[in-house]
């Protein structure tokens, strides 16, 4: 990894009191939410909440996980 992202990471961990092992840098918000949203073992039941009005590219991941039922 190149160093200036250990340093943003390491930054991003003092930020919030973690550790940089636990920050994901990602492209944009959107590649980060599908990516959350597809790396959560999901069990029946569990429930997303979401605002109609989401950004699409911020919505539609949520909403794709309903075709996995």
Do not use: H, Q
Request: hydrophobic share 50%; aromatic share 8%.
């Amino acid at each position: 990894m190149d160093g200036r992202l250990r340093g943003l990471r390491a930054a991003a961990a003092r930020l919030i009191s973690a550790d940089p092992a636990e920050i994901a840098l990602v492209k944009n918000t959107s590649e980060g939410i599908a990516t959350v949203a597809m790396g959560i073992d999901w069990k029946p039941g569990d429930k997303v909440v979401a605002f109609v009005e989401e950004f699409p590219a911020n919505y539609f991941p949520w909403k794709r996980l309903e075709a996995r039922r």
